[in-house]
């Protein structure tokens, strides 16, 4: 156990909703990233977070957007979705959100979009 | 651009059977390459930071090692329960994102 915990760990919705996916990262931990999974892409890094403000952007679509909040738990939220935006969605989180921390991630939500 | 390139990408050996796994990277100013595992349905587990090349990581049947461009993941002897995706990352040049390949999933039976 990682220590990191996302709900829900599945998410079902249609074309154009929103959803939000929520993220507790690992007690000590100030910094928590979000990257999305899918089986042709890989793990690609969508946005990071350190103590509260945004640190780094990757990939990251306009209709997503994130935040953390003063207790250190992590939202993203998905709007306008899409059906390619299903996906695995992973929270990580590190202690300093440097390069010399490894990141811990949590198991997941799963986004299905129909 | 900064790039990971692992291989093969899927594998398959006998239980006993030792090999490596491959993971080429292009990164300007390497800070840290890191091995996880990922099994089915779970988050990726991290097993490994290296840092600079010439160094060793060793864990149960694994070990890592790095050279400038590129890092192996060597299984010695291993289990069935050592089936899982490998997945190979190195952080971006600001240091703020780990970049991650594509994975090699691995799968060994008795």
């Known amino acids: 156990d990682s220590g990191v915990t996302q709900t829900p760990k599945h998410l079902i919705t249609a074309t154009g909703q929103r959803v939000t996916l929520r993220c507790s990262p690992r007690?000590?931990?100030?910094?928590v990233y979000w990257y999305q999974q899918s089986l042709d892409q890989g793990l690609q890094f969508l946005i990071q977070?350190?103590?509260?403000?945004?640190?780094a952007k990757g990939n990251i679509l306009e209709r997503f957007s994130a935040q953390q909040f003063p207790d250190l738990h992590s939202e993203l939220n998905l709007s306008s979705l899409e059906l390619g935006d299903s996906a695995l969605y992973f929270c990580?989180?590190?202690?300093?959100?440097?390069?010399?921390?490894?990141?811990?991630f949590g198991n997941g939500t799963r986004l299905t979009v129909t | 651009e900064d790039q990971v390139t692992q291989s093969p990408e899927a594998l398959r050996l006998q239980e006993g059977e030792s090999s490596s796994l491959n993971c080429s990277y292009t990164?300007?100013?390497?800070?840290?390459l890191f091995w996880y595992r990922q099994d089915p349905g779970k988050g990726p587990e991290f097993l490994f930071t290296l840092y600079s090349a010439g160094e060793e990581k060793e864990k149960e049947r694994l070990k890592a090692t790095l050279t400038k461009k590129e890092s192996f993941l060597h299984i010695t002897a291993p289990k069935p329960e050592d089936s899982a995706t490998y997945l190979c990352a190195v952080h971006n040049q600001a240091g703020t994102a780990l970049i991650f390949g594509k994975g090699t999933t691995l799968s060994v039976s008795s």
């Open positions: 990580a989180s590190s202690q300093e959100g440097g390069a010399d921390s490894p990141l811990h």
């Open positions: 007690s000590g931990d100030l910094s």
């Open positions: 977070y350190y103590n509260g403000e945004e640190r």
């Open positions: 990164v300007s100013g390497l800070r840290g």
